[in-house]
């Protein structure tokens, strides 16, 4: 029997970006026993939840308080998927992120393995800082890594946890690089260069993109590792599922590629001319700008995940010919 077969499974940040779409591979699965916890707030993320099927949601501000309760209200979990956190890279609240990307995880962690349960979580390649330390999950000497914002430092906090009190041996977890796809309208700026350019060129006919201020790499020349979300929650499901796969993984397509190799297949799929227009980056977030990132997949590949990762274009084309241009979520 499958892992996942065994026992329900929690998803934290179940109505969020790669929560969603994590419910939504499980229910192709015919995986229907899932508890979400979230919390919905005031904008518009309830609306990935329309679509899937799941047992039961409860706000995230209870979930802990019924995960101790005596009383067992969800039974047993094979799995825990905690995806829950505060992602933006701006927020300037340390205590705050401490508390959910950091305690919480801790916690959740903790109760998992005391449970005998799967337990598989978000780290971020936000952790690697500016990469001069190399973005190698292998790498063993998290003490070397220097995160460039509290987001990073803050899942940092828990890898290095994890690592000193010996729980990377017993659990996943999963540096997600430069994810993007269906299901991210919700996060505002947060979300992805890919929606934010569909939007402008659909309202303006061009996409701006910042100037590049580092002499290695022209204007819209800076490289990230861009990931289509349905590839990344097939590696997070195949590492859940491979029980002698623990420790940390990169989860990326083990590509640089530039801003400009993204929004040309926008214009493309949208059948506009390629108009781009180069402007100043703010002040504060020149001084964290990464100019370059690329998973190292090679720990992955190790493990037995075989499948082909979907070429950069064509999920940018799946995306906006079938879920922007729609106004889809998946399922849908």
Known sequence: MNLLDEGKILVTGGAGFIGSALVWALNKRGLENIIIADYLGNDEKWKNLVPLRFDHYLEADYLQEQLQSKERPFGKFSAIFHLGACS??????????????????????????????????????????????GMDDKNEDLTCLRPLNMYGYSKHMFDRYAQRRNLLQQIVGLKYFNVFGPNESHKGEMRSMADKAFQQIRDSGKVNLFKSYHPDFDDGEQKRDFLYVKDAVAMTLFLAENEKANGLFNIGSGQAQTWIELVEPIFNAMDKPVAIDFIEMPDHIREHYQYYTKADIEKLRKCGYNLPITPLKDAVSDYVSNYLQKGRTLGA
Request: glycine residues 6%.
């Open 88 to 133: 933006s890279t701006t927020e300037t609240d340390a205590s705050y992120l401490a508390k959910n990307n950091y305690e919480y995880t801790r916690f959740l962690a903790e109760w998992a393995i005391a449970q005998g349960t799967r337990f598989v979580y978000a780290s971020s390649a936000a952790t690697y800082g500016d990469g001069s330390q």
